[in-house]
């Protein structure tokens, strides 16, 4: 285990500060990150803990709830000691949610304008929005986030934010995103297993990518977000701020060292290395052809050729089917600031280049940022949907004071939780009633 990031030094200067919570369940680690708004200001990150998984996570599923939560009361007690203590004054918690059969669909509601002067009004918008939560989905399955895409007013106005505009008649477009309520009910078990009382605030990861590593001109100008984890891939399209296509493909970057792994019957564990490290670049930057392997009591000596072409063909399949996924191609025509790689899976050199080709338009590896301090190891693609969920946790905090923001930024349909003081209880007790 090691911590991150960690910036306690002005913590002890809050008049007053709001605790905020975020928690990622990945298919390769558990990780918890805290954070401290004071009087408005940007939030400081406080705390943190990471705890690698094995397989208890497998393509975004929990396959093993006993381990899973074991590991994840670990990283809980981990930050809250980093944090000196701050878990329990959470007063929002949010957590990334993939895998859960995961999907999506454009949704549209008519407003109605209750208003003499024809002008629309926070409570027309409201039961738009309430229509859209009302509609049923098919068995079995809930709504995970609800985004505003856009407004169409009089049938032939299109804009972002109707609010005190002048209409006859206005129309709510909504992507919907939606998953297998059981699987995502497992990832609430674990959470209020561990001791807390109040449900969490769920993402989808890529989602939470949004608020972490997508720049303002890009949410606006239109870009694409692929987040490639150990077993899924997560995708993501904004335009003029609103979002339009998402999903999980359940394929991830093990499954390139898994195919290197049968393709040239070579162990998993080395493979995995491989594609981790930067071997093959190493050889590839010196001209050598040939790679020397100690596999179990045998030497190999495979041309890197072989390795290339069972990687290109993984990778292209990948992005092959996130593209055909898109069912109005003239939005990926639309999307002016190209693409965005994020996740473990976008440091591998050959992965933009192959993206690139498929796609025909720019990339950029995507970081977390923030205009307000260096967020140092946390600035990894790695830990994208991690920083992205606290900053999701940290807006959530500013509607609950402020009240409702329109708009992506703003996650339309999202049911703020408060923790309380009491939340999280006392582990002792609970783990030892842990199978390991």
């Known amino acids: 285990m090691k911590y991150l990031y960690l910036n306690k030094k002005e913590t002890g200067m809050f008049k007053h500060k709001d605790i905020i919570t975020a928690i990622e369940i990945g298919g390769s680690k558990i990780c918890v990150l805290l954070g401290a708004v004071a009087d408005g200001a940007p939030f400081e990150v406080i705390g943190q803990s990471e705890v690698p998984l094995d397989n208890e996570v497998v393509k975004g599923e929990i396959t093993d709830m006993d381990r899973t939560l074991e590991k994840f009361i670990r990283a809980l007690e981990m930050a809250d000691s980093s944090s000196g203590g701050e878990l329990n004054n959470s007063v929002i918690t949010a957590m990334s949610v993939t895998g859960c059969n995961i999907n999506s669909y454009q949704a549209s509601a008519l407003g109605f304008i209750k208003s003499s002067d024809g002008r629309i009004s926070e409570q027309d918008i409201d039961e738009a929005v309430a229509m859209i939560e009302k509609k049923p989905l098919a068995a079995n399955q809930e709504k995970l986030n609800i985004i505003d895409s856009y407004y169409l007013l009089d049938g032939v106005r299109r804009v972002r934010n ?26 609430r078990s674990i959470f209020l297993d561990a001791g807390f009382e109040e449900q969490p605030n769920l993402i989808f990861s890529a989602m939470a990518d949004l608020y972490g590593i997508v720049s303002a001109e890009e949410r606006e100008h239109g870009t694409l ?65 040939i790679i020397d392997l100690v596999a179990g009591n045998s030497r190999r000596r495979i041309p890197l050729a072989s390795f290339e072409k069972i990687i290109d063909l993984r990778l292209r399949e990948l992005f092959g089917i996130v593209k055909s996924s898109f069912h109005d191609q003239e939005l990926l025509r639309n999307l002016a600031c190209g693409g965005i790689l994020t996740g473990g899976g976008a ?68 049911v703020v939780g408060t923790m309380g003081d009491s939340a999280w209880r006392t582990l002792a007790g609970l783990k030892n009633s842990i199978k390991i």
């Open 225 to 289: 977000l692929v987040d490639i984890g150990r077993g899924t891939t997560e995708y993501i399209a904004v335009l003029n701020d609103g979002v339009f296509a998402s999903g999980v493909i359940p394929v991830g970057f093990d499954h390139v060292a898994n195919d290197l792994a049968v393709g040239l019957d070579l162990p998993l564990d080395v493979c995995r290395d491989l594609v981790s490290g930067n071997t093959l670049q190493q050889h590839a930057a010196a001209g050598s052809g």
């Open 162 to 187: 109707p609010f005190e505009q002048n209409a006859h008649k206005f129309e709510l477009f909504c992507h919907v995103i939606y998953g297998d309520s059981n699987r995502i009910n497992n990832f």
């Open 347 to 414: 440091l591998f050199p050959r992965t933009a280049e192959l993206f690139n080709a498929v796609f025909e338009f720019p990339v950029r590896i995507g970081y977390p940022y923030d205009h307000n301090r260096d967020l140092g190891p946390l600035a990894d693609p790695r830990y994208s949907t991690l920083w992205g969920t606290l900053c999701y946790a940290a807006e959530q905090l500013k509607m609950l004071n402020t009240g409702r923001k329109r708009g992506l930024m703003g996650a339309l349909s999202d």
